[in-house]
């Protein structure tokens, strides 16, 4: 099964100090800050003013001659504590002006600094990386939508051509062919709305009760017709393409209940099916189970699957876009056609229930555990 993301808390994150920065960073002056260098370079300096006049009453020199030493020590020592501190800025500006240019090659230098210049170092170097990652991420989405567009119209020009030419007659078959074709260009667009809406977070939910075991066996139901007449059709989203891979359903008790919005349940459900049949060996056996959570009409979903399952090192990115696994990459070691986006949308519109999603242990194969919190609670 596709790799990403593990099981993330997708609402907020704890406010702990920044890893790079020590406790006492997160309030008061911290003995390397700017702050406490400037103010040890006002100390510097009257202690060498001080010293200069002291010199000048115990001996015979001059006092315009002690000013002048006073002053120059003073100059040489801000100067050297300004370069200190102008010369990061400068290179930051440089760097800045690269990544407004669209060049996320550059980095800051200063990273390993122990005062504000370090931190704003670290933020302009992570900035960096991950405007590089969305670029990256937007170059892959450009391909990953051409090829997938391509295949489907060449498809589709070459059947209506025929028809035009008189070189094949509109028979049902004949625009059946035709009607695959632009039903995988229906899936696709549908999937790009749907990442849309992500982004936008336009999308209000329609939560209500249902019976989990007659929804949940009309989707492992709809997932099977749909396989029986696109067999040999790329899947686009939540749509498996696989007719030796067995389905199974096990809901406990049977008239579990639950409260959220159907139609983006359908989503996740769909699109871990299509997950998991992709990434399951010949003959194999994908289970959907669910069960009864720890609050009222909540819920539990569990997709299992029988295939290779995904190294834990890889949890933490299986929920990320266009992360499409082993190079998307299928059981049977063929592409598998995708967008990289299933697995996104899925997180997502758990996420809008503010329920959790991830990796969970498995003896065998992936297991996807889903928990959905149910019907809010109202404050009295």
């Known amino acids: 099964m596709s790799t990403g993301s593990g099981d993330r808390a997708p609402h907020g994150r704890s406010h702990r100090p920044h890893p790079l920065s020590p406790l006492w960073a997160t309030g008061g002056l911290r003995p390397f800050s700017i702050k406490a260098k400037l103010g040890t370079l006002v100390v510097v300096s009257v202690f060498i003013t001080t010293g200069l006049l002291m010199v000048a009453m115990y001996t015979a020199t001059e006092l315009r001659f002690i000013t002048v030493f006073s002053i120059i020590a003073t100059l040489l020592i801000t100067q050297f504590v300004a370069h200190s501190l102008t010369a990061p800025l400068d290179e930051m500006n440089t760097v800045a002006r690269s990544i407004s240019n669209g060049d996320y090659t550059r980095r800051v230098r200063g990273a390993g600094r122990r005062d504000e210049l370090g931190d704003l170092a670290v933020t302009i170097n992570r900035m960096a990386d991950e405007l590089a990652a969305q670029?990256?991420?937007?170059?892959?989405?450009?391909?990953?939508?051409?090829?997938?567009?391509?295949?489907?119209?060449?498809?589709?020009?070459?059947?209506?051509?025929?028809?035009?030419?008189?070189?094949?007659?509109?028979?049902?078959?004949?625009?059946?062919?035709?009607?695959?074709?632009?039903?995988r260009l229906g899936r696709l667009v549908e999937t790009l709305l749907d990442l849309s809406r992500l982004d936008n977070g336009v999308v209000p939910l329609k939560a209500r009760r249902f019976e989990v075991w007659p929804y949940l066996s009309g989707v492992l139901k709809e997932a099977n017709m749909a396989v029986s007449q696109r067999a040999g059709i790329a899947s686009g989203?939540?749509?498996?393409?696989?007719?030796?891979?067995?389905?199974?359903?096990?809901?406990?008790?049977?008239?579990?209940?639950?409260?959220?919005?159907?139609?983006?349940?359908?989503?996740?459900?769909?699109?871990?099916?299509?997950?998991?049949?992709?990434?399951?060996?010949?003959?194999?056996?994908?289970?959907?189970?669910?069960?009864?959570?720890?609050?009222?009409?909540?819920?539990?979903?569990?997709?299992?699957?029988?295939?290779?399952g995904i190294p834990q090192s890889e949890w933490h990115r299986v929920f990320e876009r266009f992360n499409r696994g082993n190079a998307g990459q299928s059981a049977n070691?063929?592409?598998?056609?995708?967008?990289?986006?299933?697995?996104?949308?899925?997180?997502?519109?758990?996420?809008?229930?503010?329920?959790?999603i991830g990796v969970a242990e498995s003896e065998r194969g992936c297991r996807i555990k889903v928990t959905l919190p149910g019907e809010p609670r109202t404050q009295s």
């Open 333 to 356: 070691g063929k592409g598998d056609g995708g967008t990289g986006l299933g697995l996104a949308i899925a997180r997502w519109a758990v996420d809008l229930h503010g329920g959790r």
């Open 237 to 308: 989203s939540g749509t498996h393409t696989r007719t030796d891979v067995h389905l199974h359903l096990d809901v406990s008790p049977p008239e579990l209940t639950a409260h959220a919005d159907p139609e983006r349940i359908h989503q996740v459900v769909a699109n871990l099916i299509d997950n998991a049949v992709k990434h399951s060996p010949a003959h194999g056996r994908v289970t959907v189970r669910a069960r009864r959570g720890p609050s009222p009409e909540s819920l539990v979903l569990e997709v299992l699957d029988e295939g290779p």
């Open 135 to 183: 670029d990256q991420q937007r170059k892959e989405l450009v391909a990953n939508v051409s090829h997938e567009l391509r295949t489907p119209i060449a498809g589709l020009r070459a059947v209506l051509e025929n028809v035009v030419d008189g070189v094949m007659s509109a028979d049902p078959e004949t625009m059946r062919t035709a009607l695959k074709q632009t039903e």
